[in-house]
């Protein structure tokens, strides 16, 4: 009885470890600086190609508005004078993926203005443009709704203020860090917050309109100031203001 009973428990946990998803990729964001040959910067207004990223968002992207503290990376968005600044970080070319669980811990930013965001965008961007490319919008929260959640994809049938999107409502979703998650499979993207899910998007004929998601997509981390979605309203009061990223890791499913 006591040898079934051991043979039983060696099957259970043999198959839980083997349903436990691999890590494929991470970054723990434990060193002393950016890791700069997992991340790009990207600077200035976007000009000039896309002034105010495409937003018209206020901010200039420095390589200043950020540190590495405690195993987190802090993106600061600041006011000085006239002029608003902040981060905003990629993968592009270093590390790109195609399907899995995409996730990152995070604590928000808040405040009027405020648009912090971890996202993702196609591979082939430069030869195809926005929004054949695709984009993941795995997290955004803009500080004027309170207790919202964004969680969106842009495609050529659906994108700007027709993408398809959910905001989901969870209280206090300022306070503490919490886990933004995106599931990719070639059937479907199904996104999580703390494991809850929000949103599940799967179109039955997955043409290029609908499913550009069949190619490799690189990470964006930023913090964004106005603009179309985060403003046009900055309340100038809030700054400084800090988005805090405890990880970012993916996993094959």
Not at 191 to 204: L, T
Not at 224 to 233: M, Q
């Amino acid at each position: 009885m006591k040898k079934l009973f051991l043979l039983c428990a060696l099957v259970v946990l043999y198959s839980c470890k083997a349903q436990q998803p691999q890590l494929v990729w991470s970054d723990e964001f434990n060193g002393k600086e950016l890791d700069l040959t997992s991340w790009n910067f990207e600077l200035g207004d976007g000009c000039p190609n896309l002034c105010g990223w495409g937003n018209n968002e206020r901010q200039i992207y420095t390589k200043d508005n950020h540190r590495l503290e405690d195993g987190k990376l802090i993106i600061t968005a600041k006011k000085d004078g006239d002029q608003y600044t902040s981060t905003r970080i990629t993968t592009q070319g270093k590390h790109e993926f195609q399907y899995g669980r995409m996730e990152a811990r995070a604590k928000l930013a808040i405040g009027q203005g405020i648009w912090p965001a971890f996202w993702m965008l196609g591979s082939d961007i430069k030869q195809v443009g926005w929004p054949a490319s695709g984009e993941i919008d795995i997290l955004e929260y803009v500080g004027r709704e309170e207790d919202m959640v964004y969680t969106t994809l842009h495609v050529p049938a659906g994108h700007g203020d027709s993408a398809f999107s959910k905001k989901t409502k969870f209280e206090a979703i300022e306070d503490g860090y919490h886990v933004y998650a995106a599931a990719w499979s070639p059937e479907h993207i199904e996104f999580f917050v703390d494991d809850q899910s929000v949103f599940i998007y799967s179109p039955e004929d997955k043409n290029k309109a609908v499913w550009p998601f069949d190619q490799p997509f690189y990470f964006i981390i930023n913090m964004a100031i106005g603009g179309n979605f985060g403003g046009p309203e900055v309340d100038d009061r809030i700054f400084p203001q800090e988005f805090s990223i405890d990880y970012v890791r993916v996993y094959k499913l």
